[in-house]
């Protein structure tokens, strides 16, 4: 596989975001949103994905932080499918379960070219270091219409909101980093009947 490295610049009237990946990094992270939480949250993207992410974000926090959390998700997303390129020789699907003391997720992914996002976690507070838990989905929504994946999201069990949000994040990494691994058996097939995805 040849580089799988992505920059994306999104500017609006609402907000201006760079994001700059490496798909086979060892989890650099630099990252300035204005949003503390979700910047915690994306850390763990980077460091259980093995990806190298760095992301400035400059929003209408004086609003609140919706239009940053949804166009950072829209942009990190536009990165990845620029990165993962025509997706011959990859694993395609991606699973992980990951546990933080109570909490226990479970995180799906297919890289099929299909937009599709099941998310279901019952979050036991509406907000979390700040961060109003609505939010995660508006991200999710705007990294799956860009990068084009099928993502289920499912928390299976969790008391603390923070470990709920946690496990979901290690896991998103986690099951990343097994669906864009190469298949060494695919020897740069297209990992579908189809011939494209």
């Not at 907000?15 to 650099?28: E, P």
């Not at 926090?61 to 499918?81: K, S």
């Not at 507070?125 to 799956?144: A, K, P, Q, Y």
């Amino acid at each position: 596989m040849s580089d799988r490295i992505a920059s994306v610049e999104r500017n609006t009237l609402e907000t201006q975001i760079k994001v700059s990946i490496n798909l086979d990094g060892t989890g650099k992270f630099n990252c300035v949103t204005g949003v503390p939480f979700l910047d915690h949250m994306l850390e763990q993207v980077a460091r259980h994905g093995l990806i190298d992410l760095d992301i400035h974000a400059v929003g209408d926090l004086h609003i609140d932080a919706h239009h940053t959390v949804e166009d950072l998700g829209i942009t990190l997303g536009q990165a990845f499918e620029i990165a993962v390129g025509d997706k011959k020789g990859i694993k395609r699907y991606g699973h992980a379960y990951v546990p933080l003391d109570e909490a226990l997720s479970r995180v799906v992914i297919d890289f099929s070219g299909r937009p599709g996002l099941e998310m279901h976690v019952p979050f036991t507070r509406g907000s979390v270091g700040g961060f109003d838990v609505d939010l995660f989905s508006e991200f999710f929504h705007g990294f799956i219409n860009h990068a084009k994946v099928t993502l289920h999201l499912d928390n299976l069990r969790g008391k603390n909101t923070h470990h709920q949000a946690e496990t979901i994040f290690k896991a998103f990494g986690r099951a990343l980093r097994m669906a864009l691994e190469a298949d060494e058996r695919m020897a740069g097939q297209m990992p579908s009947t189809k011939g494209s995805l």
